[in-house]
T-cell receptor
Framework: GAVVSQHPSWVICKSGTSVKIECRSL??????MFWYRQFPKQSLMLMAT?????????EQGVEKDKFLINHASLTLSTLTVTSAHPEDSSFYIC????????????FGPGTRLTVT | GDSVTQMEGPVTLSEEAFLTINCTYT??????LFWYVQYPGEGLQLLLK?????DKGSNKGFEATYRKETTSFHLEKGSVQVSDSAVYFC?????????????FGQGTRLTINP
């Protein structure tokens, strides 16, 4: 089946620094990628939707200047957490869609971010 | 807005036991319903889906039926195995401002003991 990878799988950074998370579709072209955030024992919350070559669409309440999303190619999207703070510590998950319909989303394994 | 509520975990069962994980939803439209499974260290995988009322999704011995009258999509398996240990997410997809989006429940951690 379709595979989505994320890198890194775990990152620790200091407060005030920025960190970039990569999401790659390994064996298909992803026209749309999604970024989710998951808090412990809570559900995945959609942060933003990105289409290749265009600006990301952010969900209500998500700061677009803090969570920079770039979808420069059909196989790569990046999420940059700028000026990270401890409250940004979370599990970030991406997914990629090959065709039409949400059930064709393929999920990455997630990246755990810890801000100290 | 749309939402999904799952039974709280964790759930611990013995091998070959019967499994039910409850899921109910609220939606303004007519959503499609899904169960995703996340094995340790892996990404979410689609387990099964149903797109209209009374549809039954099934895969790997798991089943769930789309019940519109009770707004439910409970996951069942007749005889669980140790390899079924994972986190299970119920989800719906609906149109939000012209875009199809997934809304997830909080997940239920299932542990099967041999």
């Amino acid at each position: 089946g379709a595979v989505v990878s994320q890198h890194p799988s775990w990152v620790i950074c200091k407060s005030g620094t920025s960190v970039k998370i990569e999401c790659r579709s390994l064996d298909f072209q992803a026209t749309t990628m999604f970024w989710y955030r998951q808090f412990p024992k809570q559900s995945l919350m959609l942060m933003a939707t990105s289409n290749e070559g265009s600006k990301a669409t952010y969900e209500q309440g998500v700061e677009k200047d803090k969570f920079l999303i770039n979808h420069a190619s059909l196989t790569l999207s990046t999420l940059t957490v700028t000026s990270a703070h401890p409250e940004d510590s979370s599990f970030y998950i991406c997914s990629a869609r090959e065709g039409e319909g949400p059930y064709e989303q393929y999920f990455g394994p997630g990246t755990r971010l810890t801000v100290t | 807005g749309d939402s999904v509520t799952q039974m709280e975990g964790p759930v611990t069962l013995s091998e070959e036991a019967f499994l039910t994980i409850n899921c109910t939803y609220t939606a303004t439209g007519y959503p499609s319903l899904f169960w995703y499974v996340q094995y340790p260290g892996e990404g979410l995988q689609l387990l099964l889906k149903a797109t209209k009322a009374d549809d039954k999704g099934s895969n790997k011995g798991f089943e769930a039926t789309y019940r519109k009258e009770t707004t439910s999509f409970h996951l069942e398996k007749g005889s669980v195995q140790v390899s079924d240990s994972a986190v299970y997410f119920c989800a719906l997809s609906d149109l939000f401002r012209g875009a199809q989006k997934l809304v997830f429940g909080q997940g239920t951690r299932l542990t099967i003991n041999p």
